[in-house]
């Protein structure tokens, strides 16, 4: 599969995948993270993903991306899947 292309669009980055009918932005991918967790994680969870989002380039993105798995990846496997 080829790599999602980046489009930027009001502010945010759009993902575009090969398929037409499934187009979200980051911002709502990570939003619906929070849907997996329990409430009382979402503080704590908030802070692990925002390096993720907010990461210099696609290599520090990737790093805070496995910190995240290490962390919530065996109490919360569909969220990292996500």
Same mark, same amino acid.
């Given at each position: 599969?080829? #790599?999602? #292309? ?28 929070? +849907?997996?967790?329990? +409430? ?6 908030? +802070? ?17 991306? #496995?910190?995240? #798995? ?6 919360y496997p569909a969220m990292i899947r996500?």
């Amino acid at each position: 599969m080829p #790599e999602p #292309e980046k489009v930027p669009a009001g502010g945010q980055e759009k993902v575009q995948s090969g398929a037409k009918s499934g187009e979200a932005t980051l911002i709502h991918l990570i939003r619906g993270s929070f +849907r997996y967790a329990s +409430r009382k994680y979402w503080d704590e969870l908030s +802070r692990d993903l925002k390096p993720i989002y907010q990461g210099v380039n696609a290599d520090a993105a990737a790093d805070a991306l #496995e910190d995240l #798995e290490e962390k919530w990846g065996s109490k919360y496997p569909a969220m990292i899947r996500l």
